[in-house]
């Protein structure tokens, strides 16, 4: 990011004042006097000080936890105008998107930001946190389709990796099952229980590790704490 505008953004001034305050050699990155405009700066990890004073870097990023309706896409903008998810978040002038996706017809929980380098942890394969959803689901579900959904199924050229599954009721009409993936493959859980021959008939993501929906009614986000932040940062 360029220096005037990560200035500007931490609330400094205006760019173009910023690029003042530069000219003036007032302002250093990493204890280095930068008097050119147009430098770079890493906001996670370069220390700016103007007039020796430390820019607060940690302000610039932002995370939310969205308790998302079904009905929205999980896009920044979509060329089909429909509804999505960054309506339901404050405005902001920093760049957020959402971390993952949930389908248009899935709810609950999702993680909004603009720190790259988290989003790329949490969306990465290797990634251990479970990710837990509830799911509705037509007819009866037995425990040997819990046994085969815990075990893996072939959801179509990939084989689900283990998964704890668990009934919370059925009967010969409906069933809900929690359960907890630790992959993120298109339309996974749907997919899952296509291949043990069920229809998912809505679902909710409830849980992202520990992280879950309290007190959040269906439509609305709330910031992360900052204990929640390092919990991420850290698993
Ligand atoms: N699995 C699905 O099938 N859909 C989602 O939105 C998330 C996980």
């Known amino acids: ?60 990023y932002e995370y939310y936890l969205l308790n998302k309706p079904v009905g929205y896409v999980t896009t920044v903008s979509d060329p089909q105008g429909r509804k999505t998810v960054m309506d339901l978040i404050p405005e902001s002038r920093k760049r957020l998107y959402p971390i993952g996706r949930l389908d248009y017809n899935t709810s609950g929980l999702l993680l909004i930001t603009n720190d790259g380098d988290l989003t790329q942890k949490l969306t990465h394969p290797s990634f251990e946190l479970g990710k837990t959803y509830v799911a509705k689901v037509a007819g009866e579900v037995n425990l040997m389709d819990i046994a085969r959904l815990r075990a893996g199924v072939d959801i179509g050229g990939f084989v689900t990796s283990k998964a704890e599954a668990n009934l919370i009721s059925a009967n010969k009409n409906e069933s809900r099952v929690k359960i ?28 992202i590790g520990k992280l879950n929906l309290a007190g959040l009614k269906v439509g609305e986000c709330r910031p992360l704490t900052d204990k929640e932040v390092g919990y991420l940062k850290e698993v």
């Open 1 to 60: 990011m360029r220096l005037n505008k990560f200035m500007a953004s931490c609330g400094v001034a205006s760019r173009r004042k910023c690029d003042e305050i530069i000219l003036e050699g007032r302002v250093k990155i990493n204890a280095k006097v930068v008097k050119k405009l147009g430098v770079q700066v890493d906001p996670k990890n370069d220390l700016v000080t103007i007039d020796d004073g430390a820019i607060r870097i940690r302000g610039y």
């Open 180 to 207: 907890t993936i630790h992959e993120g493959k298109n339309r996974q859980v749907r997919r899952m229980f296509k291949a043990i021959g069920k229809n998912v008939l809505s679902l909710e993501r409830i849980a």
